[in-house]
């Protein structure tokens, strides 16, 4: 089982930028595929970012261009650079494998964009 704790969220006004992290531990992490999900109240989980285990990139079209998924395997750790936050970004923002692990999900971590 990979453990997996995010950290980073807040309060953000519009326009504004967070940097999410998140640590894994208990499994050899480089040769992961890592991804970036969220979820909003009343609406379903959904992968916005996803890094290969060689640091190739992807991104849904609601956050290309603004967020950045990066790695740092000597550190075990995930980021998530999200600029120019919208308030349509507000969610509960997860890291897992991709394809996810039912058994990898943390507790995630708010991110919420408002005046």
């Known amino acids: 089982q990979v453990q997996l704790v995010e950290s980073g969220g807040g309060l953000v006004q519009p326009g504004g930028s967070l940097r999410l992290s998140c640590v894994a531990s208990?499994?050899?992490?480089?040769?992961?595929?890592m991804g970036w999900y969220r979820q909003a109240p009343g609406k379903q989980r959904d992968l916005v970012a996803r890094?290969?285990?060689?640091?190739?990139?992807n991104y849904a079209d609601s956050v290309k261009g603004r967020f950045t998924n990066s790695r740092d395997n000597a550190k075990n750790t995930v980021y998530l650079q999200m600029n120019s936050l919208k308030p349509e970004d507000t969610a509960v923002y997860y890291c897992n494998l991709v394809p996810h692990s039912d058994d990898s999900w943390g507790q995630g971590t708010q991110v919420t964009v408002s005046s």
């Open positions: 890094i290969s285990s060689g640091g190739n990139t």
């Open positions: 208990g499994r050899i992490f480089s040769i992961y595929h």
